[in-house]
């Protein structure tokens, strides 16, 4: 396990992947607005670290914004493991689709 000094954890999320391809959470790769629970600390941040792992099922994903991932296309990823993107072009373009079954990725966005 690695551990991020010069980064902070400041949301969190659960999204279930489908046969529709499915991203990150738009609004949370820029906090644009103030809510209760950072008081202010995240406004405006910019995401410059996406930490997942995947639970349940297999999936495959891409980075590139162009191919479009499916049960055959794109890198496989087994539940139990994690992904660490550090690149705001990959976090934006990351797309995933199931293989089998729906599978649930647990996503931190650090800032």
Do not use: W
């Not at 493991?81 to 199931?98: H, S, V």
């Amino acid at each position: 396990m690695e551990i991020i000094t010069d980064l902070a954890a400041g949301d969190f999320s659960a999204v279930t992947i489908g046969t529709n391809p499915s991203g990150f959470d738009g609004n949370r790769l820029k906090r644009e607005q103030r809510d209760d629970f950072d008081r202010d600390r995240f406004k405006g941040s910019v995401c410059k670290e996406v930490f997942c792992t995947l639970e349940t099922d297999q999936i495959r994903f891409t980075l590139d914004g162009v191919t479009i991932p499916s049960s055959t296309v794109g890198h496989l990823m087994d539940a139990g493991d994690n992904l660490t993107l550090r690149n705001i072009f990959d976090i934006e373009n990351f797309k995933a689709a199931r293989v089998t079954a729906d599978a649930s990725l647990k996503i931190t966005y650090r800032y």
